[in-house]
């Protein structure tokens, strides 16, 4: 079933971990180790390919140093 | 790995899932129903015991009449 507002949500996700992690510097590469998750993973939840668990969100925020709240929080970008 | 934050977001949002789902007079049944999930999911999560996808916490909220952003958001319950 297509669902375009959590295709949006996805969309907003990607975008926000995009913004915070090139605004501190980090490779998708840095993150995902930092994380200590796969960097294909980084780079499909910044393209919003794929629907991640909410932990996998949790450790990305935990690395960039936010909470996971804030991924979900696009008026809300550091 | 235990992560004590995980857990806590996890304990958080199960609250704010059962405070809405009660506040709109709904049994875990009727939820899982509207949200097109198996009951004991919504049990699961409401007792923090799994690690929910982006998409389940979506189609929760949606179900609940809210975004998911909502369900991260304890501070702001409805």
């Known amino acids: 079933v297509p669902d375009k507002e959590?295709?949006?949500?996805?969309?907003?996700i990607g975008v926000?971990?995009?913004t915070i992690r090139t605004s501190r510097g980090l490779s998708q590469e840095a993150l995902a180790f930092d994380a200590d998750i796969?960097?294909?993973y980084v780079?499909?939840?910044e393209r919003a390919?794929?629907?991640?668990?909410l932990f996998v969100l949790h450790k990305i925020a935990k690395a960039l140093g936010v909470s996971a709240r804030v991924?979900?929080?696009v008026d809300r970008a550091e």
């Open 71 to 73: 991924l979900l929080q």
């Open 38 to 40: 796969d960097r294909t």
């Open 43 to 45: 780079s499909q939840i």
């Open 6 to 12: 959590f295709q949006r949500l996805l969309g907003e």
């Open 49 to 53: 390919r794929i629907n991640p668990s």
């Open 16 to 18: 926000q971990v995009r």
